[in-house]
């Protein structure tokens, strides 16, 4: 018995393959949505989804009605960040205005603040931001008072050109460079992450049903009576699963190409290879899940709360690990899709290889390897 | 209609689903987990600055410049590469955000009143911390000039210069818990009684039991109503649990009322219930309605304002989050738990749930009827 684990017979393999084939085509929309999932999720990501801050919704307040305020406030609207969406008349109207979520900004120039710029006297102006969303609010107060420090600057310059320095410069220039991702655009690093979900949801996800089906069918005593390996049994089942996922990770570089432009910096058959390596981590994952729930209502939340949600959450997707506490930080580092996601922007956003990117494909390996024995190890408890 | 009948019918329902050893977990554990993760996990505050410094000047004017940066405490310089090469390695392994070099000729260029150039090199990935980053880094730069054009000249400069107090309401310390945690539990609520209800039916029917549910005196109506209640008891129970959690463990103050927030999850729950409804009279099997949720749970959470900011999407994206009974949601319970506001405010919101939810569910109700006859 323990030799026949060992060896896999191809041609029963294929005959268990072949079946799961037949239930996904018989079952057409489960096997229509594992394609449809990726394409709603690209469409969403790309279209969609930014958590990039522009056009900051803007209320102001302008007491003064001067030359001075009104520049301001013009040249306020004119920068990409910030629209004036309306003129109000005092701040009662503020209140209501951000209460209501009609605007996140709010602008006051109080009487008297044109006298004090000429009287070369600091002049406050109240600047209201509606915090509920501490991502945006973050961004805006930064953009805010960059806006600030730099009117500033121009209000020095002038100051100085009327006391007759005129040849005065600012002594330090930065010279800052973007790397990775040039137009700051949140696309550039979600769409090759959303690749990293994708491949969960339909690997980890679809898997973890397939042979707690079996069970809850009732079959699974079948199948234990033909002479057939544990080892077998896994393979045929992931097979079809594997070239769905792979159908989808290729569905998913074309579209982010295609429609967004989002190209590749380094190895097309790295991505490649990273992506069957990780697929096989997730296949094996959900056929564990699968046979150790024998249930696939409690399967598939169980695949929702290990596989996908820690893919979403604890990858560095969109959701910055180093701001995490350490007890997740950790956690995060158990979570296959961490590496794969960095192998991702090292392959779309940094151009790197494998000098660069070999400890994570040896950590997804090494993860494959313990998972892969897990099953075997479950599957024969189960009297295999 | 009979309410004999109907608590007859809720009771099997419950013995089924807790007579499951491993549903138990599930209806409990799940929603603790997924706000306990979620609470800590959304944070996109910015106080910790990663920089690595090459000072090829080695002068006071550049030690100044350091100083300018690390006064903030944003700033935290965290290595101290000696060539370009081994910056730009730093920067490739994510090992800093920010990479900054002062060539040689800095401080004497300063001295001759020209412009000295410093090189800083950024980590654009995440864009939008990026962006954040980068108007510190500005912001520092320009703060740093005030303070040097002062010095060169000798006396204090007093010109008319803006002071701009920027005070943030509603969340003042950018707690990024307050506002997800809130987000959360709406969320938790649409998980479960999104899939609950779909399964629940479609089991029935795997198993060859809504034939016999069917030639029982229960009517339709009957059924829908005994399949639901038992949903909307544990959806309102998890959703008690999920809040006190989130009072006491995260300490998200309640600012608002507890009723009006009652009030709007029965309300809520009518249409995703309607959904999960709808869901189990597409659906063959669990695989299909398992699927069919995820496909509708995906955009329902990501157009809804959780993570991404609405005003953000296109204007056609927008038109469609409407349709979206999450956004409500969402809007009342940050309002109530944030802002303290009720019903005078938020009642919009209230009667878009309502119309909604009516929508959604005797549409599913009228589908499921036609199915059973």
């Known amino acids: 018995m323990q030799r026949e684990e060992l060896t896999v017979n191809l041609r029963n393999v294929r005959a268990i393959a072949g079946k799961e084939v037949y239930h996904l085509i018989r079952d057409f929309r489960s096997l229509y949505l594992a394609f449809a999932v990726p394409l709603l999720l690209i469409l969403l990501f790309g279209y969609a989804l930014s958590l990039d801050v522009e056009n900051i919704e803007t209320v102001v307040v302008d007491f003064e009605q001067t030359d001075l305020s009104r520049d301001f406030i013009r040249r306020l609207d004119a920068s990409p960040y910030f629209r004036i969406a309306a003129q109000l008349p005092n701040t009662e109207a503020v209140k209501d205005a951000l209460d209501h979520g009609r605007a996140t900004m709010a602008v006051i120039i109080p009487a008297g603040w044109s006298a004090d710029l000429r009287a070369d006297r600091e002049a406050a102006i109240q600047i209201l931001l509606d915090g509920s969303d501490p991502n945006f609010a973050g961004i805006a107060r930064a953009y805010i008072t960059g806006f600030i420090e730099g009117a500033n600057q121009k209000l020095l310059v002038e100051f100085l050109n009327r006391q007759g320095l005129e040849q005065i410069q600012p002594?330090?220039?930065?010279?800052?460079?973007?790397?990775?991702?040039?137009?700051?655009?949140?696309?550039?690093?979600?769409?090759?992450?959303?690749?990293?979900?994708?491949?969960?949801?339909?690997?980890?996800?679809?898997?973890?049903?397939?042979?707690?089906?079996?069970?809850?069918?009732?079959?699974?005593?079948?199948?234990?009576?033909?002479?057939?390996?544990?080892?077998?049994?896994?393979?045929?089942?992931?097979?079809?699963?594997?070239?769905?996922?792979?159908?989808?990770?290729?569905?998913?570089?074309?579209?982010?190409?295609?429609?967004?432009?989002?190209?590749?910096?380094?190895?097309?058959?790295?991505?490649?290879?990273?992506?069957?390596?990780?697929?096989?981590?997730?296949?094996?994952?959900?056929?564990?899940?699968?046979?150790?729930?024998?249930?696939?209502?409690v399967a598939n939340q169980t695949a929702v709360l290990i596989t996908y949600l820690p893919s979403l959450l604890l990858s560095n997707f969109v959701f910055p690990v180093i701001n995490m506490p350490k007890f997740l930080q950790l956690f995060s580092s158990v979570i296959p899709a961490t590496y794969y996601i960095n192998i991702l922007s090292g392959i779309y956003l940094k151009n790197l290889g494998l000098a660069y990117l070999w400890p994570d494909l040896a950590i997804l390996t090494g993860m494959f390897l313990i998972l892969a024995s897990a099953n075997c190890i479950v599957l024969k408890r189960g009297g295999f | 209609m009979s309410w004999l009948r109907i608590r007859e019918m809720v009771r099997k329902e419950f013995i089924q689903l807790f007579r499951d050893r491993k549903n138990r977990?599930?209806?409990?554990?799940?929603?603790?987990?997924?706000?306990?993760?979620?609470?800590?996990?959304?944070?996109?505050?910015?106080?910790?600055?990663?920089?690595?410094?090459?000072?090829?000047?080695?002068?006071?004017?550049?030690?100044?410049?350091?100083?300018?940066?690390?006064?903030?405490?944003?700033?935290?310089?965290?290595?101290?590469?000696?060539?370009?090469?081994?910056?730009?390695?730093?920067?490739?392994?994510?090992?800093?955000?920010?990479?900054?070099?002062?060539?040689?000729?800095?401080?004497?260029?300063?001295?001759?009143?020209?412009?000295?150039?410093?090189?800083?090199?950024?980590d654009g990935g995440m864009s939008n911390m990026a962006s954040v980053r980068i108007a510190y880094t500005t912001m520092v730069l320009d703060r740093f000039n005030g303070e040097l054009i002062k010095e060169l000249y000798g006396r204090e400069l007093k010109y008319g210069k803006i002071d701009g107090r920027v005070r943030t309401w509603y969340n003042p310390n950018l707690d990024s818990q307050h506002f997800f945690v809130p987000g959360i539990v709406a969320f938790v609520v649409m998980l479960i009684s999104l899939l609950m209800t779909s399964i629940a039916i479609i089991k029935e029917r795997e198993a060859g039991t809504m034939e016999q549910l069917i030639v029982t005196p229960l009517k339709p109506i009957e059924l829908i109503i005994g399949k639901t209640i038992p949903y909307v008891i544990i959806a309102i129970?998890?959703?008690?649990?999920?809040?006190?959690?989130?009072?006491?463990?995260?300490?998200?103050?309640?600012?608002?009322?507890?009723?009006?927030?009652?009030?709007?999850?029965?309300?809520?729950?009518?249409?995703?219930?309607?959904t999960g409804l709808f869901i189990s009279t597409v659906s063959k099997t669990q695989q299909q309605a398992m699927m069919t949720t995820f496909f509708f749970i995906l955009p329902f959470f990501m157009l809804s304002g959780f993570v991404f900011p609405i005003a953000n999407m296109p204007t056609f994206v927008q038109w469609l989050t409407y349709l979206n009974p999450l956004r409500y949601f969402l809007v009342i319970i940050r309002g109530i738990f944030l802002k303290g506001v009720g019903l005078d405010i938020l009642w919009p919101q209230y009667v878009a749930l309502t119309v909604l939810g009516i929508a959604v569910f005797a549409g599913a109700v009228g589908r499921f009827r036609k199915r059973l006859d």
């Open chain 1, 171 to 297: 002594p330090v220039e930065g010279r800052i460079r973007i790397w990775f991702n040039e137009d700051l655009e949140s696309r550039n690093f979600i769409i090759p992450g959303i690749i990293a979900i994708i491949i969960m949801i339909v690997g980890a996800m679809l898997t973890s049903l397939v042979i707690a089906r079996e069970y809850e069918n009732g079959t699974m005593e079948t199948i234990r009576s033909l002479p057939i390996s544990a080892g077998e049994l896994l393979l045929g089942k992931a097979i079809p699963y594997f070239l769905i996922g792979l159908t989808d990770v290729l569905i998913a570089v074309l579209m982010g190409q295609v429609l967004f432009g989002i190209v590749m910096k380094a190895s097309f058959w790295l991505m490649i290879l990273a992506s069957s390596l990780y697929l096989m981590v997730a296949l094996t994952l959900g056929l564990l899940i699968s046979s150790v729930t024998k249930s696939q209502m």
């Open chain 2, 25 to 122: 977990p599930i209806l409990v554990m799940a929603p603790l987990i997924q706000l306990l993760v979620f609470g800590y996990v959304v944070n996109y505050d910015i106080k910790d600055i990663r920089v690595a410094l090459i000072d090829q000047s080695r002068t006071q004017e550049s030690r100044l410049l350091t100083d300018a940066f690390t006064a903030g405490r944003i700033f935290r310089i965290t290595h101290l590469p000696e060539t370009p090469g081994e910056l730009e390695g730093l920067l490739l392994a994510a090992k800093v955000d920010l990479g900054i070099r002062i060539p040689p000729d800095f401080s004497s260029r300063i001295r001759r009143g020209d412009t000295a150039k410093i090189q800083i090199l950024a």
């Open chain 2, 237 to 274: 129970g998890q959703m008690a649990v999920v809040t006190v959690f989130a009072i006491f463990w995260f300490e998200i103050p309640l600012a608002g009322s507890v009723f009006a927030l009652f009030w709007a999850t029965c309300l809520f729950l009518l249409s995703t219930l309607g």
